[in-house]
């Protein structure tokens, strides 16, 4: 059915925060929530991790908003939505959209309906440095605007197949912690190593090399077109293989940097947290090598398994050892070929990697199942929310 339409600017009130400055300690710590893009991760924001006092108010463009305001992130992030459940006040970053007659117009109805536009936002956004959208383009929005009563339908039924998206997200979370459970089960604490497993330097173990630069010069050299798996490819624990560009090399690089099942790759840098973070190569994309910011970390199969060594790299020990050796800039830490060989590794007896590959092996397939329902509930939520919001 066809409803009549209102534009966002007609129908709502459009406010966006501010930052009090943080020099000035009195603005912050008071009894007003504020809310970063962060905070809307919770969907309802009953909770944030900030709060600024009276006088931040008064010294900055932030704004209290009423409970039930629809939040929408407008700056970098595109697109994410949260209601308020309680009165605050947000960051720059987040605009503020209240409806001007809540009898005409839900909040948790126009929240589903900027979800169905995050698309279309986040192509709006594109072509400056900073993806961004301004109130201009939030107005003029158009809202279908069915009856109270069509619109609370609605809400129920996009909220009862976002539940189970929930769901199956918490369960997959779940699932993703099985291995590094297991792992401590079976050899401890690497921090303390309380089996009195002998002690390796990586470099003894494996065989650690960088990758290929970008933008060399071959001159009338014959090179190849190969597959290149780039640092933003490499996540905490899975290869992201979503985009995977091609690069210009010489035979030779991909005889000695291809990619093998079983080989380790890691990042030699990026932000504190995701120092080397690593990942298990497990796919078939022929003669895929790798760029210079990511070690190939190739294990020697009589001393160590590459499934123990990928799940070891996200223990304390090895994380207090990469912040340790790491140089460090503004906000970004790298670690060099050197300190990755260096890198001590606890090393149980290969009977136990062998009895840990066969139980990572079952709980790496219970994760894969739940990824793909996952996969699957978001699909058909999407599908539902295009269906109900469809022009």
């Given at each position: 059915?066809?409803?009549?339409?209102?534009?966002?600017g007609?129908?709502?009130?459009?406010?966006?925060?501010g930052?009090?400055?943080?020099?000035?300690?009195?603005?912050?710590?008071?009894?007003?929530?504020?809310v970063?893009?962060?905070?809307?991760?919770?969907?309802?924001?009953?909770?944030?991790?900030?709060?600024?006092?009276?006088?931040?108010?008064?010294?900055?463009?932030?704004?209290?908003?009423?409970?039930?305001?629809?939040?929408?992130?407008?700056?970098?992030?595109?697109?994410?939505?949260?209601?308020?459940?309680?009165?605050?006040?947000?960051?720059?970053?987040?605009?503020?959209i209240?409806?001007?007659?809540?009898?005409?117009?839900?909040?948790?109805?126009?929240?589903?309906?900027?979800d169905?536009k995050?698309?279309?936002?986040?192509?709006?956004?594109?072509?400056?440095?900073?993806?961004?959208?301004?109130?201009?383009?939030?107005?003029?929005?158009?809202?279908?605007?069915?009856?109270?009563?069509?619109?609370?339908?609605?809400?129920?039924?996009?909220?009862?197949?976002?539940?189970?998206?929930?769901?199956?997200?918490?369960?997959?979370?779940?699932?993703?912690?099985?291995?590094?459970?297991?792992?401590?089960?079976?050899?401890?604490?690497p921090?303390t190593?309380?089996?009195?497993?002998?002690?390796?330097?990586?470099?003894?173990?494996?065989?650690?090399?960088?990758?290929v630069?970008?933008?060399?010069?071959?001159?009338?050299?014959?090179?190849?077109?190969?597959?290149?798996?780039?640092?933003?490819?490499v996540?905490?624990?899975?290869?992201?293989?979503?985009?995977?560009?091609?690069?210009?090399?010489?035979?030779?690089?991909?005889?000695?940097?291809?990619?093998?099942?079983?080989d380790?790759?890691?990042?030699?840098?990026?932000?504190?947290?995701?120092?080397?973070?690593?990942?298990?190569?497990?796919?078939?994309?022929?003669?895929?090598?790798?760029?210079?910011?990511?070690?190939?970390?190739?294990?020697?199969?009589?001393?160590?398994?590459?499934?123990?060594?990928?799940?070891?790299?996200?223990?304390?020990?090895?994380?207090?050892?990469?912040?340790?050796?790491?140089?460090r800039?503004?906000?970004?830490a790298?670690?060099?070929?050197?300190?990755?060989?260096?890198?001590p590794?606890?090393?149980?007896?290969?009977?136990?990697?062998?009895?840990?590959?066969?139980?990572?092996?079952?709980?790496?397939?219970?994760?894969?199942?739940?990824?793909?329902?996952?996969?699957?509930?978001?699909?058909?939520?999407?599908?539902l929310?295009?269906?109900?919001?469809?022009?």
């Open positions: 059915m066809t409803y009549p339409r209102v534009s966002l007609d129908a709502c009130r459009i406010l966006t925060g930052t009090p400055s943080r020099t000035k300690r009195e603005y912050f710590g008071g009894g007003i929530p504020w970063k893009i962060t905070d809307m991760l919770q969907g309802t924001v009953i909770t944030t991790d900030e709060t600024i006092s009276e006088a931040g108010i008064a010294n900055s463009s932030a704004k209290v908003l009423p409970k039930g305001t629809v939040l929408i992130s407008i700056f970098a992030t595109i697109g994410r939505t949260a209601v308020l459940g309680i009165d605050a006040a947000t960051n720059q970053a987040i605009a503020g209240v409806p001007k007659d809540t009898a005409q117009l839900d909040s948790d109805y126009l929240r589903y309906f900027l169905s995050h698309g279309d936002l986040n192509r709006a956004a594109r072509g400056v440095a900073q993806p961004n959208i301004n109130q201009g383009i939030l107005k003029a929005l158009e809202v279908p605007q069915p009856p109270l009563a069509e619109q609370r339908r609605i809400v129920d039924l996009l909220t009862r197949a976002e539940g189970i998206v929930r769901l199956r997200r918490e369960a997959e979370k779940k699932a993703a912690e099985l291995i590094p459970a297991l792992f401590l089960d079976m050899f401890g604490d921090a190593n309380p089996k009195r497993w002998a002690e390796h330097s990586l470099g003894d173990i494996a065989e650690v090399v960088s990758g630069t970008k933008g060399r010069k071959f001159g009338d050299k014959q090179t190849v077109e190969v597959p290149y798996l780039r640092v933003a490819n996540q905490a624990g899975h290869i992201d293989l979503t985009e995977v560009k091609t690069i210009e090399v010489l035979p030779r690089d991909v005889e000695q940097l291809a990619l093998q099942n079983g380790v790759v890691l990042t030699e840098g990026g932000d504190f947290d995701k120092l080397g973070r690593g990942a298990l190569w497990e796919h078939d994309i022929a003669n895929c090598i790798h760029q210079n910011h990511v070690f190939r970390v190739r294990c020697k199969q009589s001393a160590m398994l590459p499934q123990f060594f990928v799940i070891y790299l996200q223990s304390s020990r090895a994380r207090e050892y990469f912040l340790r050796c790491a140089k800039t503004t906000n970004l790298s670690i060099n070929m050197t300190q990755l060989r260096g890198l590794v606890v090393l149980p007896a290969m009977d136990t990697q062998r009895e840990f590959v066969e139980r990572f092996t079952a709980g790496r397939s219970i994760e894969y199942q739940q990824s793909a329902a996952t996969t699957k509930a978001q699909a058909t939520f999407d599908a929310l295009a269906r109900v919001f469809r022009a």
